[in-house]
């Protein structure tokens, strides 16, 4: 089956880094996306990858290995507004997305 | 208006309702889609439509009636929900299908309860 698994919830300090895994299993693959939702509002793309390496875009990176079926999301030098759900979702090969549950991430001063 | 907008925001129904959510994209996009959000659940795709042709349909009771008279307006019609229907649903836009780089754009969501 297709399956998209993240934590729960993460907490980190402002000013620091954080790193929200993402694990997937996906028929075909087309690629990975992350989406960033807050509270109340609608989800807004933050990254595509479909080849493995990084793509940093500002303080936001995003890293995926198709080998291991794995890609990370890293915020740095992190702000407050940052709290948020992080949301992780891979695209099968009929081009649709299987989403995760979503990673809350709380900032703390 | 720009993006994607949604209405109403909010939304009470009883079980025995008729009601209709709304969703309009200002992007021109060829593709549109409904998701329901649950809380701490993955988002399900309930509906695609590319070009106001309905493309997908993943196994949604009948109680959910989608509609799409152009690409830049979709409806979900609501009738006799369920209690478990309580959710938010989001509509989404893309410029088309069948293109992985494409991203959706979202709506800010109806959120539904049934009472």
């Known amino acids: 089956g297709q399956n998209i698994d993240q934590p729960t919830e993460m907490t980190a300090t402002e000013g620091a880094i954080v790193q929200i895994n993402c694990t997937y299993q996906t028929s075909g693959f087309n690629g990975l996306f992350w989406y960033q939702q807050h509270a109340g509002e609608a989800p807004t793309f933050l990254s595509y990858?479909?080849l493995d390496g990084l793509e940093e875009k500002g303080r936001f990176s995003s890293f995926l290995s198709r080998s291991k079926g794995y890609s990370y999301l890293l915020l740095k030098e992190l702000q407050m507004k940052d709290s948020a759900s992080y949301l992780c979702a891979g695209m099968d090969s009929n081009y649709q997305l299987i989403w995760g549950a979503g990673t809350k991430l709380i900032i703390k001063p | 208006e720009t993006g994607v907008t949604q209405t109403p925001r909010h939304l009470v129904m009883g079980m025995t309702n008729k009601k209709s959510l709304k969703c309009e994209q200002h992007?021109?996009?060829?593709?549109m889609y409904w998701y329901k959000q649950s809380a701490k659940k993955p988002l399900e795709l309930m509906f695609v439509?590319?070009?106001?042709?309905?493309?997908e349909n993943n196994s949604v009771p009948s109680r959910f009636s989608p509609e799409c008279p152009n690409s830049s307006h979709l409806f979900l019609h609501l009738h006799t929900l369920q209690p478990e229907d309580s959710a938010l649903y989001l509509c989404?836009?893309?410029?088309?299908?069948?293109?992985?780089?494409?991203?959706?754009?979202f709506g800010p969501g109806t959120r539904l309860t049934v009472t």
């Open positions: 439509y590319s070009l106001e042709e309905r493309v």
């Open positions: 990858n479909v």
């Open positions: 989404a836009s893309s410029q088309d299908l069948g293109l992985p780089s494409y991203e959706q754009y």
């Open positions: 992007l021109g996009h060829n593709a």
